[in-house]
C-alpha cells in the first residue's frame, strides 16, 4: 500500500505564503474567532446598499431622501448582533476600548449642549452627529476577526464587478448637461435635486451611482487597491479569471479618466507608492519585481492609453489642472497647500470654540438641517476639514483628544501594514493602507456618509488582512 504524498497547492489570493511572527497592534486588535458567513453576506450587503443608497435616493424616492441616507444602518447593527454572538469584539484590544469610550461620552455631551444652546432642532442635528462619528466605528474590529481569505477574494470580486457596471453610467453622465435626470435625479423641485460639482467648460463631475462625485472617487481608489493587489498575485494564485481582471482595470482606468478629480488621480497615486514600498521592504524576491514592475506598467499603459481613448477628458483635466495652478503657482503646490490647510485649519476654530462645542454634528452637513433659522451660528461653524469639525462638534478639549486618537491609529495601523506584508506575500495589507491611511488620519471619515461607509469597511478589509499574515486559514 503506497503512502499518500501531500500536494503543494498555491496559495490563494490574499493568502498569505510565508509566515513570521509578526504584532500590528491594530491589526490584530480583534483576535480571531471562527469564520461568520452571516457578517460577511451582512459586509457585502452594506457595500452594495453604499452603491446603491444614491441611485435610490436620485432616482426611486428622491422625496424619501433624507430617510434613505439611514437604509444601511439596521444592517450594520445587525452585523454587530452577529459578532457579539460569536465573540468578535472578544480582546478588541484599547483602540477600540477608547473608541467605544469617546462613543459614550458624546451621548453625555449631546445632552449638555442641547441644554446650553436651548435649541431643541439641535437633539435632531446630534443624533446624526453620532452616526456619522461613532456608529461604524466598531465595524472594522468585527470584520478583522471573523473574515478570510476566501472572504477578501469574495469582497474583491464584488468590488470587480461594482466598479465594471458603474463604468457607462459614469461615461454617460461626463458628457450630458447638468439638468439631465441622469445627473439630477428624477424630482421635480429643485430642493430634492442633486447638483453635480462643476468642473470645467460647463462639464461637471460624474456622480455615478452616489450623489456627489466624492462617491466615484472613494469606488475608484479602493477597487484600485484590490486590483492592484491582485496583479501582484502569482497568477496560479488569483481567484479571479483573467478577462474579469482585465475588464475591471479597463472600467477603474476609464472611470478615473472622466471623473474630473484630481483628488482620485492622486489617491490613486499614494496606493502605487504603497506598492513600491512594498517592492522595497518585502523579503520575497519574486514580490519585489513584481511590486516594482507591475505598478509602473500600470501606471504606464495608463498614461499612453489616456490621450487615445478620452482625448477630451484628458483636456479638460489639463484645463482644470491649468486653472488651478494660476491661482496656487503650480498644481503640485495646490495638492500641497490644501493637505497642509486641512491638518491646520483646526487651530482657527479653538480661540472661539467652546469648551463643550457647539453641537455634535454641526460641522458637518448636519447644520443644513436647520435651514436659516440661525444662520449666524450657522456661518460660525462651517468647517470644511474633518479635524476642524471635530473642534466644532466636540468642543477643544475633546476635538484634540479625538484628533490625536486618529493619529495615533493611523500610526498603528500602517506600522500592522508594514510588518504584515512583510511577514508575508500578500501584497493586500500595504496597498489597503495607502487606500485608507489617507481618510483614517485626517479625511472626510467623519464629515461624509459615503466616504466614512467605504473607510470603515475597507479598514476591517485591511486590518483582516493584517491578521490573515499571522495565521493561515
Known amino acids: 500500500m503506497s503512502a499518500s504524498v501531500p500536494v503543494a ?3 490563494a ?43 435610490l435616493r436620485k432616482w426611486v424616492a ?7 441616507f439611514f437604509i444601511r444602518d439596521p444592517f450594520v447593527l445587525l452585523l454587530y448582533w452577529r459578532a457579539l454572538r460569536v465573540n468578535a469584539f472578544r480582546n478588541s484590544g484599547p483602540l477600540l476600548q477608547i473608541g467605544l469610550l469617546f462613543a459614550f461620552a458624546a451621548l453625555l455631551l449631546v445632552f449638555v449642549q442641547s441644554i446650553s444652546f436651548g435649541n431643541p432642532r439641535l437633539f435632531a442635528v446630534a443624533i446624526y452627529g453620532w452616526r456619522q462619528y461613532f456608529l461604524y466605528l466598531p465595524l472594522p474590529f468585527a470584520l478583522a476577526a471573523t473574515l478570510n481569505g476566501e472572504s477578501l477574494q469574495r469582497f474583491a470580486r464584488h468590488a470587480f464587478v461594482a466598479v465594471i457596471v458603474t463604468v457607462p453610467l459614469v ?10 435626470v441622469i445627473n439630477r435625479g428624477t424630482a421635480d423641485e429643485a430642493s430634492l435635486q442633486f447638483q453635480s460639482f462643476a468642473y470645467t467648460q460647463g462639464r461637471i463631475r460624474p456622480s455615478g451611482s452616489f450623489t456627489t462625485n466624492v462617491g466615484v472617487k472613494e469606488l475608484i ?16 494564485a488569483r481567484k479571479v479569471r483573467l478577462p474579469w481582471l482585465q475588464g475591471a482595470t479597463a472600467a477603474t482606468g476609464a ?20 506598492a513600491l514600498l512594498l517592492g522595497m521592504t518585502t523579503p520575497a524576491a519574486a514580490m519585489r519585481r513584481r511590486a516594482l ?12 492609453l489616456y490621450p487615445i481613448v478620452f482625448p477630451e477628458a484628458l483636456s479638460l483635466m489639463l484645463s482644470r489642472v491649468a486653472e488651478t495652478s494660476s491661482v496656487a503657482g503650480s498644481a503640485g503646490s495646490a495638492i500641497l497647500g490644501r493637505a497642509f490647510y486641512e491638518s491646520i485649519d483646526f487651530i482657527r476654530f479653538m480661540s472661539h470654540t467652546p469648551l463643550t462645542g457647539y453641537g455634535l ?39 484634540v483628544l479625538l484628533i490625536i486618537f486618529r493619529i495615533v491609529c493611523t500610526a498603528a495601523l500602517f506600522i500592522g501594514s508594514l510588518r504584515a506584508t512583510r511577514a508575508s506575500a500578500s501584497p493586500l495589507p500595504l496597498l489597503l493602507f495607502g487606500y485608507v491611511g489617507i481618510g483614517l488620519f485626517y479625511g472626510q471619515l467623519t464629515g461624509h456618509g459615503t466616504v466614512g461607509g467605504f473607510l470603515w469597511l475597507y479598514i476591517g478589509l485591511c486590518m483582516a488582512s493584517c491578521r490573515l499574515a499571522q495565521v493561515r486559514r
Do not use: K
Open 9 to 11: 497547492r498555491p496559495p
Open 13 to 55: 489570493a490574499f493568502e498569505p505564503v510565508r509566515l513570521r511572527t509578526v504584532t500590528p497592534r491594530i491589526a490584530t486588535a480583534a483576535q480571531p474567532v471562527a469564520a461568520d458567513r452571516s457578517i460577511e453576506n451582512l459586509a457585502l450587503l452594506i457595500f452594495w446598499l453604499l452603491l446603491l443608497e444614491g441611485a
Open 62 to 68: 428622491p422625496q424619501y431622501s433624507q430617510y434613505l
Open 171 to 180: 461615461i454617460v453622465q461626463s458628457v450630458t448637461s447638468p439638468s439631465a
Open 221 to 236: 481608489v479602493s477597487t484600485f487597491a484590490l486590483l492592484l493587489a491582485t496583479w501582484l498575485m502569482p497568477a496560479a
Open 255 to 274: 472611470c478615473l479618466a472622466v471623473s474630473g478629480s484630481r483628488a482620485a488621480f492622486v489617491h490613486v497615486a499614494l496606493v502605487l507608492m504603497a
Open 293 to 304: 514592475f507591475i505598478p509602473l506598467a500600470l501606471a504606464g499603459t495608463g498614461a499612453v
Open 361 to 399: 454634528g454641526l460641522g458637518g452637513n448636519g447644520r443644513t438641517w436647520l435651514g436659516n433659522s440661525d444662520p449666524q451660528l450657522l456661518a460660525l461653524v462651517a468647517a470644511e476639514s474633518d479635524w476642524s469639525r471635530h473642534i466644532v462638534d466636540l468642543g477643544t478639549v475633546a476635538g
